[in-house]
């Protein structure tokens, strides 16, 4: 069973710039949600894809953009980076069954932005 | 909305000895689950114990057992016979347990950093 595994591990870039991140979902899994998670803070929720579709959103301004592939992999797209989006991302990928109960959430290593 | 209060920043703990983790919740929610994950220095977040709400028994796994009070608002971690592999950040995080598009995100506490003194 392969895991979540997300790409790059890290990366640097400039205010104004954009950057895409990519998550690979585990075998067998779905749904995939993304999060930032600021230096000393707990995880903040951007959204989650399903069905190559966003459902559910935090808190985040449009510039955070996402898309989710027919092979459940995603990305996740920041437009116009500002320094308060250096953070680390994380992807977690778990498995949704119609209108059951929905799965845990497994996590990738994550990918550390920097904003200079 | 939902909010999560990990009110130790950090704690450190004696190898082999056991420590508790607290963390408090706010919901108006009845049906949730809650979580304790791990955060090693490696960044990968790991799934350590859920407890679904409706269930009355606090979950255990292995070394690791959550004090689950409802009406109290209150989910610690104990983590007994604490190993060196045991530091890492805990985050205590919160899901709703309906299953409605939208409501399946994590809402996770700011994180308590263990120490194992060898």
């Known amino acids: 069973e392969t895991g979540v595994t997300q790409s790059p591990t890290h990366l640097i870039k400039t205010r104004g710039q954009q950057v895409t991140l990519r998550c690979s979902s585990q075998?067998?899994?779905?749904?995939v949600s993304w999060y930032q998670q600021a230096l000393g803070q707990g995880p903040q929720f951007i959204f989650q894809?399903?069905?190559?579709?966003?459902?559910g959103r935090g808190n985040f301004p449009p510039r955070f953009s996402g898309l989710q592939f027919p092979n459940y992999s995603s990305e996740l797209n920041v437009n116009a980076l500002e320094l308060d989006d250096s953070a680390l991302y994380l992807c977690?990928?778990?498995?949704?069954?119609?209108?059951?109960?929905?799965?845990?959430?497994?996590f990738g290593p994550g990918t550390r932005l920097t904003v200079t | 909305a939902q909010t999560v209060t990990q009110s130790q920043p950090e704690m450190s703990v004696q190898e082999a000895e056991t420590v508790t983790l607290s963390c408090t919740y706010d919901t108006s929610e009845s049906d949730y689950y809650l979580f304790w994950y791990k955060q090693p220095p490696s960044r990968q977040m790991i799934l350590v114990i859920r407890q679904e709400a409706y269930k009355q028994q606090n979950a255990t796994e292995n070394r690791f057992s959550v004090n689950f009070q409802k009406a109290a608002k209150s989910f610690s971690l104990k983590i007994s016979d604490s190993q060196l592999g045991d530091a890492a950040m805990y985050f205590c995080a919160y899901r709703s347990g309906v299953s409605n598009f939208g409501n399946e995100k994590l809402t996770f506490g700011t994180g308590t950093r263990l120490t194992i003194i060898p």
């Open positions: 075998s067998g899994h779905n749904t």
């Open positions: 894809y399903y069905r190559e579709e966003e459902n």
């Open positions: 977690a990928s778990s498995l949704r069954l119609g209108t059951s109960r929905p799965y845990e959430q497994y």
